[in-house]
């Protein structure tokens, strides 16, 4: 990053969150040519690429390489970095308001939708966002604590690629985890795994599953993991066929040639099984201490009014013996401070990105936009934020033009870092990131990984000589 000299005249942007949807829109501001644009982008950690660094399992590192666009981004010269700062503490809306012509929030969703029944708190029930976070070596769970042994039967509620993720990273070998960026804590831990058996559990039928092709056909290759598919749980009912053939989804239709692929295959002696299921919910997480069973309830499915595919209930029940559960339908957004929210969806009311006072109004939060999964909700891949991005992007540009942003007191970088030095004396820039990257990767290479993470704050901070305070100096 190179500094540019302070003018009155700057045009500054603020992106909240540094995953794929905050970079996507720092890069089509970066690219306009008139006006020209500065961006500033602040990180809850003082580590930058979001669900890329904290969510993409660690064995899909060709995933992971976005993260080098992302960082030629970083490098434009008007382009700045503030990690290990946090909205609403360290730096608030009022704040930022006094130095920007316009704030995006891009926060993701950070958090898991519930069940909502009986048991889905007790010992051994987690939300697929804590497993992940962990073996991701994701600050926030470093101190979590997944014991798996004595566990023999995990189940995985839901059929997106979180849940996949989370069914191969508990099926894979020690070796093929060790050449990956997995959090060395959490590689000692599946080294210690007793688990036998993983069954994958969908509410809906194979046609309906949101699972990508690459994501299913990788637990069909697994070196020491079987899968197993029945038959019935193949089949596509009436009503899953004739929409599949007329809704023409190459996907879906894909997914289902793959699933069905598996039925003949029968057990080859591998040491943990992978049990796809569909068509089924569950019902209750039975235990006393902790899990000990799952009550699963048959589905079909049926026909809504807007002619779109539904599960609901039979009254077909079964008991599932499972010693852990890992709850994977969905992330959800929280609420940023002095930020409109509706609770409803888990996300920032927007018209086209343009942040709405309330979700059933058309009033517009002057010059405050969001971009990404707290825009539009947890859907889609990485590359689905692009676009998402460039839409709020266009939608300041044209607020910008329109005399309808933000209008800063002092929208110099020199007052920015002033304010920030004031803070939080111990925020990281890019240039600090370069580091730790660069400390992770000679780490890793000399175990012969790929990367050895660091996995908590204070670390990354006295990695770089940095001090760690506990509250916002200034504040």
């Given at each position: 990053?190179?500094?540019?000299a302070?003018?009155?005249s ?6 909240i ?7 996507y829109a720092a890069?089509?501001?970066?690219k306009?040519?008139?006006?020209l ?5 602040y990180?809850?950690?003082?580590t ?11 064995d899909?590192e ?7 666009l992302?960082?030629?981004?970083a490098a ?10 946090e909205?609403g ?9 006094e130095?920007?012509?316009?704030v ?5 969703a950070?958090?898991d ?11 051994n ?17 470093h ?13 995985v ?40 058996e ?5 509410r809906?039928?194979?046609a ?27 089949s596509l ?5 004739t929409?599949?053939k ?11 040639k793959?699933l069905q ?7 080859t002696?591998?040491?943990r ?15 006393e ?6 009550k699963?309830v ?5 026909l809504?009014?807007s ?26 957004g ?5 930020v ?28 405050n936009y ?6 539009r ?7 689905t934020n ?6 709020t ?8 033009a ?10 110099s ?13 111990s ?8 580091i ?10 000399a175990l ?12 990354m901070?006295?990695?770089?000589g ?10």
């Amino acid at each position: 990053m190179t500094d540019i000299a302070d003018k009155a005249s700057e045009i500054r942007v603020a992106i909240i969150g540094s995953g794929p949807s905050g970079f996507y829109a720092a890069d089509h501001l970066l690219k306009q040519s008139d006006p020209l644009i500065h961006v500033d982008m602040y990180e809850r950690l003082p580590t930058p690429f979001g669900l890329v660094r904290g969510g993409v399992a660690p064995d899909h590192e060709k995933i992971k390489s976005v993260t080098k666009l992302y960082s030629r981004i970083a490098a434009h010269e008007r382009f700045s970095f503030f990690g290990n700062i946090e909205f609403g503490s360290d730096v608030t809306r009022a704040d930022l308001s006094e130095h920007y012509h316009g704030v995006i929030y891009a926060v993701g969703a950070q958090t898991d939708r519930k069940l909502g029944i009986p048991g889905e708190d007790l010992p051994n029930s987690y939300a697929a966002t804590e497993f992940v976070g962990w073996y991701n070596g994701h600050p926030d769970y470093h101190d979590y604590d997944f014991d798996l042994t004595g566990i023999k039967r995990v189940a995985v509620i839901g059929v997106g690629n979180v849940a996949m993720d989370v069914a191969r990273i508990l099926g894979r070998t020690t070796d093929e985890l060790y050449q990956t960026d997995i959090a060395d804590y959490a590689l000692d831990a599946l080294r210690q795994s007793e688990v036998e058996e993983i069954y994958v559990l969908g509410r809906r039928g194979p046609a309906q599953a949101a699972f990508s092709n690459p994501e299913i056909k990788e637990l069909g290759e697994m070196a020491d993991a079987d899968i197993i598919v029945d038959c019935d749980d193949a089949s596509l009912d009436e009503l899953s066929a004739t929409h599949l053939k007329k809704a023409r989804d190459r996907s879906a239709i894909r997914n289902v040639k793959i699933l069905q692929s598996y039925v003949d295959r029968g057990l080859t002696g591998k040491a943990r099984r992978i049990i796809m299921r569909f068509l089924v919910s569950p019902a209750e997480i039975i235990g006393e201490e902790r899990v000990v069973a799952m009550k699963i309830v048959k589905n079909e499915l049926y026909l809504d009014e807007s002619g779109n595919l539904r599960p609901r209930a039979t009254d077909q029940f079964e008991i599932l013996p499972v010693d852990m559960v890992f709850r994977s339908v969905g992330y959800r957004g929280l609420p940023l401070p002095d930020v409109p929210f509706y609770d409803r969806w888990g996300t920032i009311p927007n018209d086209q990105g343009r942040v709405l006072t309330r979700h059933e109004g058309r009033e517009a939060l002057a010059g405050n936009y969001v971009a990404g999964w707290i825009k539009r909700g947890p859907s889609g891949i990485i590359g689905t934020n692009k676009p998402d991005a460039i839409e709020t992007v266009n939608s300041f540009l044209a607020d910008f033009a329109a005399g309808k942003t933000l209008q800063p007191a002092d929208a110099s970088r020199a007052a920015i870092v002033a304010l920030l030095r004031a803070r939080k004396p111990s925020f990281i820039t890019f240039e600090d990131w370069k580091i730790l990257d660069e400390i992770e990767l000679q780490r890793g290479a000399a175990l012969g990984r790929s990367r050895v993470k660091f996995t908590t704050v204070e670390e990354m901070l006295a990695a770089l000589g940095k001090q760690t305070e506990l509250v916002g100096a200034g504040k």
